[in-house]
């Protein structure tokens, strides 16, 4: 009897280990970066600041093709009379003392050009055994733009092969209110080959618009969402707005909305919340709103205990909308303190909705 009462406590002590192992596992092996929970900016941004430095490291070093405006710098090996800086033209062309003509470039690497260089002074009794080295010593072609909800917009030029995430991080990454779209708007008329002037600029160029969504780029590490971006192209993070929750909840703050111009219900934001602490009054809860005519913020009372028990209709949130519930302690609702009494921008932490 005691051996079979020792067996049994043996086996449960193992099974015990085992799920203590596999609760390990689990934690272990969690993703630093998940879409099936808010995140806060901040996690955003390190992910976006991660990757991007992932993708420097890995990305091959190559040669980003010559545009008009590029400043030039041509290195003639000991001919000092032609080494100089050069600016390409606006229809993508160079010039060189004794060369006749001028020469193409746009659309050409600076490999290219050298072996371009190198055959024209031969060909033309310049010099027998020429050897020409090519940098950019500036790139203003067609840089590529980041706008939008960001932290820094900015004008970034491609000195290499770049991608999506590179760029998103040289802004700063993505502003509080940013959606969870990505738009990469690309004319089709982008660049042109070795050698042939750039086409006049033409606004009504066909372009075409791509969609990545955030969570994607950032979770999944998938390089179909991590796309090639290049000169010329345009990077807009759409602003979508936030939704503030303060008061008696479990989790007080901002929970930015997903596209712009959507709605939330005051349920679905009350659960992003972690519901209702157990001091809260639902049923003298309010809405702040900011009327867009006067500018005034305004209270919109609301019931939420008759809205969990079905008794009265949910209430649709909009982006700047502020959901205050108080508490027992709370003498009166917000009145003329308004958004400052609940410190909005500055107490409230900032979570991005999967």
Not at 80 to 92: A, Y
Not at 111 to 140: A, F
Not at 252 to 257: A, C, F, K, R, S
Not at 301 to 311: A, N, P, S
Request: hydrophobic share 40%; net charge neutral; charged share 20%.
């Amino acid at each position: 009897m005691a051996f079979t009462v020792r067996k049994a406590l043996d086996c449960a002590r193992v099974r015990s280990i085992w799920l203590i192992l596999f609760v390990l596992t689990l934690l272990v092996c969690q993703p630093a970066f998940s879409q099936d929970k808010p995140q806060t900016p901040q996690q955003t941004n390190a992910r976006i600041a991660e990757l991007a430095s992932n993708a420097g490291s890995r990305s091959p070093m190559g040669e980003i093709p010559i545009g008009p405006g590029d400043l030039l710098h041509l290195d003639v090996f000991q001919v000092p009379d032609l080494t100089r800086d050069i600016r390409v033209s606006e229809t993508g062309l160079i010039s060189l003392p004794l060369l006749p003509d001028r020469i193409p470039v746009a659309g050409c690497t600076p490999y290219q050009v050298e072996g371009t260089l190198q055959k024209l002074l031969q060909s033309n009794g310049l010099i027998m055994h020429p050897q020409v080295s090519v940098m950019v010593k500036e790139q203003n072609s067609d840089p590529i733009s980041v706008a939008g909800a960001v932290m820094h917009p900015v004008v970034y030029h491609e000195f290499r092969p770049t991608t999506l995430i590179e760029v998103l991080a040289a802004a700063g990454g993505v502003a509080n209110d940013a959606g969870d779209k990505i738009l990469i708007t690309r004319s089709e008329a982008r660049g042109t080959e070795c050698g042939q002037p750039d086409p006049p600029a033409d606004p009504a160029a066909d372009s075409k618009t791509m969609n990545i969504n955030i969570f994607d780029l950032l979770d999944k590490g998938d390089p179909a969402f991590n796309v090639p971006v290049y000169r010329g192209d345009v990077i807009t993070v759409p602003r979508a707005g936030i939704i503030y929750v303060a008061g008696a909840v479990g989790q007080p703050g901002g929970y930015t909305l997903n596209d712009p111009g959507s709605t939330f219900n005051a349920m679905k934001i009350i659960a992003l919340a972690h519901g209702l602490i157990g001091s809260a009054k639902p049923n003298n809860a309010v809405i702040l709103r900011r009327d867009i005519n006067n500018g005034q913020t305004k209270e919109i009372k609301i019931r939420l205990k008759r809205i969990m028990d079905r008794k009265d209709p949910d209430v649709r949130l909009y982006a700047g909308d502020i959901l205050y519930v108080p508490d027992s302690t709370t003498k009166r609702v917000l009145g003329r303190a308004g958004a400052a009494a609940i410190g909005i921008g500055t107490g409230l932490a900032i979570y991005r909705i999967p």
